[in-house]
């Protein structure tokens, strides 16, 4: 079955940096297009960035433009998150998710196929 796990989640206090990483199974990794998402406590879950099959073309939203960058090695199922410049508005749960590369980049959550079960992401002082 299709497993994404995520990992390298942590407390880390504002401005410091992190990297998350999300490790797929059972799916043909470079046919699909990946993404991360996020959810904060009381908040609905939005998007973060996105990046297609074959890492060239990549998507932003406005509140992370500029310190995150998303990127993904196909030779070990991989998509990354690097987060620089954290700030406490960057806590949440962390999530990745796969969609079919046919349906292009998507922001909406409920385009994608598959889930991970997220990483906790704390910025505090």
């Known amino acids: 079955q299709v497993q994404l796990v995520e990992s390298g989640g942590g407390l880390v206090q504002p401005g410091d940096s992190l990297r998350l990483s999300c490790a797929a199974s059972g799916l043909a990794f470079s046919s699909y297009n990946m993404a991360w998402f996020r959810q904060a406590p009381e908040k609905e879950r939005e998007f973060v960035s996105a990046?297609?099959?074959?890492?060239?073309?990549?998507l932003y939203s406005d509140s992370v433009k500029g310190r995150f960058t998303i990127s993904r090695d196909n030779a070990k199922n991989t998509v990354y998150l690097r987060m620089n410049t954290l700030t406490p508005e960057d806590t949440a749960v962390y999530y990745c998710?796969?969609?079919?590369?046919?349906?292009?980049?998507?922001?909406?959550?409920?385009?994608?196929?598959?889930w991970g079960q997220g990483t906790q992401v704390t910025v505090s002082s």
């Open positions: 990046v297609a099959w074959g890492g060239i073309t990549t």
């Open positions: 998710a796969a969609v079919f590369r046919g349906r292009g980049l998507r922001i909406g959550a409920d385009a994608y196929d598959y």
